[in-house]
């Protein structure tokens, strides 16, 4: 009887884990699918091209051109990626070659806090901080007009945010770098920064790379904090310190009207899709840049 | 002789950056906290946190926000409800149940990937998709739903890598007494490692109470109290967000204290945290 | 005997409140192989490292006492440490190619030392290949990354690495454990042609390779040295009871 009821409670839970599986692999295609189903109706009628290279945003008059949407996100990405990236990498550098194991142990909290505060958090510390100091000091200095509301500022409130992601990632990739090698650089009379430059930062060059590529792809789908400094006007920006509108930002800023207006929804359904497709690819680019490099090694 | 100096200028020079990245995090954060409760405190009140917005709230009248915060809690906690139980089973089934087969692991790890790289964005677009489909309005059970699935991959992660850790030989002796796949994950694996599905649900709850594009299409916004899975409800980071786009300083200055409060949550939940791994690595054996 | 390369006088290490060498004097003899014998964790790595100062990587590390390398104070804070680590290679317990090419690993530290063109490079690297005994095995594939290579060869490129620098000194720990028999014999060999123009110092475990190749032998016990002398006396008439206990093997 007893045994009956464990081999019973076996199968239930058993069960469960199965239906759990299954979700788990269907969840990506149903996401995937829904958006697809979404944004065929906008596919269709306007066709890919036009979606992806037309500027003409008039939605009232059922014109969809994402372009504008598109080189924004890509400015505030990349603007972030590039302002991010020397501080990740010689934080992460200076933690595991450089500083003690106190610091270390005093700097693991510091991380983890700054990615554990939620981005709407990041985005009123933006528009506080980062908004007048981009508007008053940045842009006079290299000679622009700007409220501060602008691509820059959605590339400096992105960089920070990608700050502890990225480090976090960067330090569990420096750490893997066996001593050995490190040594033998220094006993052949390198100095430590020619140790690091020559061997650590070139062993772990494929993590490295898709360390950044992971950094990318979540910031290329930051909302809320990007949202909230870089202005929102549809246009292409001309320059670094004009507003400009990302692509989640779009979504974001226009669920109200989805529906009451035709074809918006489909249209919107369709931008979420593209940061969808853009964000998985450079996950799976991120994932193959590890291996193939580190077979080559 | 002028390469030794190039060369000890050039270490001098890397190592004043590093110096430098590093004690800008330090300030930076310390910058972001400080301005934050700057702004925050001189609106926080007793009012704030123990009233529902009153009539004429939005042009600086009274009103707090305890709609907002217990909305948020609400909704966090079901969403961390709903993930627990998906994401348990799934962990235990990567690290008892299908252990062996490396490459049904190795797959479920890559999806679990992918799925962590989704920004909630697309999360709640996908979320909004499903309740049109299936006919739900934007309520407190829609916004669970959908943070329950965006946290989900946050969750089995923090408690992939605990129970990874469980030796092999732990599982083994288990198994030889004759017990069941069952037994096995719950009664040992996932007692063994209760501190780190502790932790996962927390960093899960933190994800999940401040997050504004998962739940921007699925919660709605109300000044009441949600009384019914099927109410719409306001949420802290929503709160935040949508006063500080207002034009009166007084519903401006609401917006700090919502982000104060909810600057509190994530701080205590990351003491938590911490001060259980550090009791779990403790005692376990490493 | 001729003039010691090395002197080490009072040299004490702790590592935190860990006492890993007490009070330990050697003299290392020029153009001879030392070897270091003694059982695990008596702190015959810890030595090596010190003497070419890769102990300064640690924290909580304290050390006292003097290291004399041809009359210098190489633990004087005022020394270049780079130009103390480029007199000594360094050979691991496992090889440890870096991570790039095969010509590469061994124009590193070449390159690092102000040898940049790659026509005065080549023929530095197959001489130090042929040093080493390995350029025949890879003198068609030097732009293969090293880490193809066999551990065997690996350990090999690691010392012709070391050789490219022109050091006084060879330290070597362990350096044939991780090998076949086959390559530690290659190795072993190679030291013994390498001694007319370095002086190696090599730690190892297998009292029959000590026997083979030791014209020095330096004993140690929970970080002192026990008892130190050319290697036919030390292995015929050792002085000290731990000594004769330890040739019997009653460590291993
Ligand atoms: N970085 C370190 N921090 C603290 N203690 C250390 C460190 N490195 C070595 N030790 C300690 O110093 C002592 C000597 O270690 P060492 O590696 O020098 O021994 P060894 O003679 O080389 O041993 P083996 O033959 O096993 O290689 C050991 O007790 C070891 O635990
Ligand atoms: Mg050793």
Known sequence: MYLKARKIKDRISGGWVQLVLVFVFVLPLGILASLLYKSWLIMQTTGIGDLLFSSVWRPLAGEFGFFPFIISSIWVTILGLLITAPICLFTAIYLTYYGSNRLSVFMRPVIDILAGIPSVIYGVWGVLIIIPFT??????????ESTGFS???????????????????????FRTVPVEQYEASLSLGATQWESIKHVVVRRS?????SAFALGLSRAFGETIAVLMVVGNVVGVPENLFQPGYPLPALIANNYGEMLSIPMFDSALMFAALILLVVVVFFNLLSRFVIIYLEKRQ | MMRRIFKIIEERFFYGLMLASTAFLVALLLFIVLIILYKGLPSLSWEMVSQTPKGGYYFGREGGLLNAIIGSLYLATGAVVIGLFISLPLSLAMNVYFRNNKKLVNAIRFVLDLLWGIPSIVYGAFGFTIMIYLGIKTSLL????????????????????IMKQ?????????????????????????????PGIVTGVLLAFGRGIGDVAAVLFTTGYTDNIPTSLMDQTATLPLAVFFQLGSPIPEVQSRAYAAALILTVIILLISV????????YYKTSIK | MNQPIISIKNLNLYFGKQHVLKNVNIEIPQNKVTVILGPSGCGKTSLLKTMNRLVDLHENVKISGQVFLDNEDILKDNVDITRIRKKMGLLSQKPSPLPMTIFNNVAYGMRINGIKRKRKLRPLVQKHLIEANLWDEVKDRMNDPASRLSIGQQQRLCLARGL???????????????????????????????KRDYTIVLVTHVLRQARRIADYIVFM???EVIEQGPANEFFENPREEKTKAYLKGAFN
């Open chain 1, 135 to 144: 508007g008053r000091f940045l842009a006079p200095l290299f000679g622009y």
């Open chain 1, 151 to 173: 691509i820059m500022a959605g590339g400096l409130v992105l960089a920070i945010m990608l700050i502890p992601f990225i480090l976090n990632i960067l330090i569990e990739i």
């Open chain 1, 205 to 209: 060059f494929p993590g490295i790379v």
């Open chain 2, 142 to 161: 829609a916004g669970i739903i959908t943070v329950s699935i965006f946290i989900l991959p946050i969750m089995v992660r923090a408690m992939d890598e």
């Open chain 2, 166 to 194: 469980v030796p092999l030989t732990l599982l083994e002796s288990a198994f030889s007494l004759g017990s069941t796949n069952t037994e096995v994950a719950f009664k040992v694996v996932a007692r063994q490692c209760f």
């Open chain 2, 272 to 279: 938590v945290t911490r001060f259980l791994s550090r009791r």
């Open chain 3, 164 to 194: 490219a620098v022109n050091p006084e000194i060879i330290l070597a720990d362990e350096p044939t454990s991780a090998l076949d028999p086959l390559s530690s014999t290659i190795i072993e060999k190679q030291f013994v042609e390498l």
């Open chain 3, 221 to 223: 016990y929970l970080g």
